[in-house]
């Protein structure tokens, strides 16, 4: 009787842990998902917000000039992130970019070639010289996608440095005032390099940056330099909901054709 009692107590115990196991699967399977469709959620919420802020970028950049969204909204256009209603957001000007072309210099190459060493701490894989004697063929005008850096045999990881900083639309003015902090060694000394950087956490207004710039840089107005802003327009944004995030890089170019209208011209990626 007692051997009966024991087997009929382990069978007990074995049914309540199978039941406790089986529970706890069901109920972790259950927390799993409703977890994966909180995640789904919010995915699309920040998606949402997003192509929201895209549309409000847009209007903003239609309606209201450069001097207004940095004086009034807080807004620059050299890359530098700020938010919009909690969504994290650069604007970078193509005008601040580098412009590679058969016209560029050996030494304008040479200091890319040294920002890209530091920055990778790495030596180049070509030389300036290689990079200039590309451009001596009539074809190749100026550096229009990717493949062409990596095919002149530049590494990836650098190509991809540069191809991020370089602007290939074909009517560009060099805005000093727009440059972005990783350019700045390309174009400018260390003593301007300080004064600029020091200048971008000044409280001064657009018109007052603007002329500062002059000062510092002693670049003025002309055929291929300009204190212009737009019309192209590189532009990230990025946008967490709980542990969700939606991030896009867009390629936004607004000009205003001759009937008065502004054609929008868009493209996108994810980051």
């Known amino acids: 009787m007692d051997k009966q009692k024991g087997i009929a107590l382990f069978q007990v115990l074995l049914i309540t842990t199978i039941l406790l196991i089986l529970a706890s699967f069901i109920s972790r399977k259950a927390n799993n998902q409703v977890d994966s469709a909180i995640n789904i959620n919010d995915k699309q919420l920040a998606m949402l917000d997003v192509k929201s802020t895209l549309s409000h970028i847009k209007f903003n950049l239609l309606s209201k000039t ?86 002149l045999g530049v590494s990836y990881e650098s190509a991809t440095i540069i191809w991020s900083n370089i602007t290939v639309n074909p009517r560009i003015l060099f805005n000093p005032m727009n440059t972005p902090y990783i350019l700045l060694p390309v174009f400018f000394d260390n003593n301007q390099i300080q004064e600029l950087t020091q200048l971008r956490t000044n409280n001064l207004t657009y018109k007052q940056t603007k002329q500062v710039v002059e000062q510092i840089t002693a670049i003025e107005n002309d055929e291929f330099s300009g204190y212009i802003t737009g019309p192209y327009y590189r532009i990230k944004i990025s946008a967490n909901i709980g542990e969700s995030y939606w991030k896009m890089l867009y390629e936004l170019s607004i000009v205003q054709e001759y009937n008065g209208f502004d054609l929008i011209t868009l493209s996108q990626r994810p980051l």
């Open 66 to 151: 450069s001097d207004f969204l940095a004086d009034n909204q807080g807004w620059n256009f050299h890359g530098e992130e700020f938010e919009i209603s909690g969504v994290t957001v650069s604007v970078q000007d193509h005008n601040g970019l580098l412009f590679i072309n058969k016209k560029t210099s050996i030494n304008r190459l040479n200091a890319i070639i040294e920002v890209i060493e530091k920055l990778t701490n790495q030596p180049f894989d070509v030389s300036a010289q290689v990079l200039r004697q590309w451009f001596s063929n009539p074809k190749n005008s100026r550096i229009q996608n990717l493949e062409q850096l990596i095919n």
